[in-house]
């Protein structure tokens, strides 16, 4: 069974978005990466580390799912956060590698997001330990929403210290067909 390209599409620009957005936040000073900018998770560490907090939750809620495909027995070691504004990694080069890491598994498990698997729903709590059902597919979907959402927020920042993020359009990963 192949995946869903729609969901290998998105992994891989949640991929290349990563690299190209940690590759700009690089060329900050520290104190600015960590410097409480007033979003949402106060500073550019804090949201980088946020998104690395929800894909990995989100990650092992998928991985709980008995029909959970192997590639996210990966996780197993890892414990799940918590909390939502966790630091987990308080240098950019430990949280990197994480999200490089994390980026390659999210790679292998999109492409095992069959129709069916996407058909099925996933019962899970949240991190108040309300309990939802809902579809696989809403699920996907949500996680790379996520990321998008967040790292438009870094972009923000980004642009407000004075740093060009360059292009983030998904279509620069989708091929000319003219």
């Not at 590639?71 to 966790?86: K, R």
């Not at 308080?90 to 492409?111: F, G, K, N, S, V």
């Not at 438009?152 to 980004?158: C, D, N, S, V």
């Amino acid at each position: 069974m192949t995946g869903d390209t729609r969901f290998t599409l998105l992994a891989s620009y949640n991929q290349w978005m990563n690299r190209s957005l940690y590759d700009t936040v690089a060329t900050l000073p520290h104190e600015a990466i960590v410097s409480d900018r007033g979003a949402f998770f106060g500073s550019i560490l804090g949201t980088l580390n946020h998104l690395v907090v929800t894909d990995t939750i989100w990650l092992k809620r998928f991985a709980a799912a008995p029909d959970a495909p192997g590639v996210l027995a990966a996780l197993d070691g890892t414990p799940m956060p918590a909390a939502l504004d966790a630091i987990l990694y308080p240098t950019l080069p430990l949280l990197r590698e994480r999200r490089e890491w994390m980026d390659a598994l999210i790679l292998q498990w999109a492409a095992t997001l069959t129709a069916e698997r996407l058909g099925a729903s996933l019962t899970y709590a949240n991190t108040k330990g309300t309990t939802f059902t809902r579809s696989v597919l809403g699920l996907a979907t949500h996680l790379f929403n996520h990321q998008t959402h967040h790292r438009g927020q870094i972009t923000t920042l980004l642009s407000q210290a004075g740093v060009d993020m360059g292009v983030t359009d998904l279509l620069a990963l989708v091929p000319d067909e003219g």
